[in-house]
């Protein structure tokens, strides 16, 4: 485990080397994640691609430095255009897959559309483009179980700034000038190739989200809906999220002038 400093802000990151010969694949986390929340995902990709691995908690999160104030609507698109190509320019990254989920799956989205130079694909699990009912429903219902219950105890587990890494998502996605949130420039502007990956009991988004992305975007797609499988798709569905990785890394190098 080592760190990175951002603009001031000291930022959790773990790096599990590769083949530098791959693209680094880069995970980004939900919206109540951290690099310890992989849990052994990250090690797993790594054995079955051979790919180098970068992985980090952003502001809030996991053992990263707390955050300044409030998040504002528009938290995701400055993680995606100020945060994350700072962090890549600092770890020497200069060609990544990316690997999201939910929050993570749509700064994913939003940096691929404005940097297809250097991401060469994007695996989006339960990406998020617009606000639904059955988010901000969801959302609430989880509010109430970290008020009243020992989640916050368990989450604090992960989170070195617990009220930060939980409130600072939840508030934000209930603030009623949220509501009209929507990815739908970045989608129609996606022209790298994606894999849009959503289970069919996702309880925080419905497949109005992946189809939206798959209708606008100028890439490749591939859309892939999971059964028995909920918010989760890489624990509900970890083997079959793992061979789109692999596969999508195996494309990316058949692509590279020169290779066999």
Known sequence: MSYLSIDGCRLEVRTIPGDPAKPWLVLL???LGSVSLWRDFPDKLARRTGAPVLLYSRRGYGKSDSLDGPRDIDFMHREAHEVLP??????????????????????????????????AGAILMAPHVLVEPISTESIRAIKTVYETT??????????????????????????PRFADWSLAEECAHLEVPIVLIQGENDEYGTLAQIDTIAAASRGPV????????????????????????????????SRIPGSS
């Open 86 to 119: 700072e962090l890549l320019d600092q770890a020497g990254i200069e060609r990544a897959v990316l690997v999201g989920h939910s929050d993570g799956a749509s700064i994913a989205l939003i940096h691929a559309a404005s940097n297809p130079g250097r991401i």
């Open 150 to 175: 020992d989640l916050r105890a368990r989450l604090s587990r992960h989170h070195a700034h617990v009220d930060d890494a939980f409130l600072g998502w939840a508030n934000i996605w209930l603030d």
């Open 222 to 253: 591939t859309r892939v809906v999971l059964p028995d499988c909920g918010h989760a798709p890489h624990r509900d569905a970890e083997d079959e999220v793992a061979g789109h990785v692999a596969r999508m890394v195996e494309a990316v190098i």
């Open 29 to 31: 986390h939900e919206g």
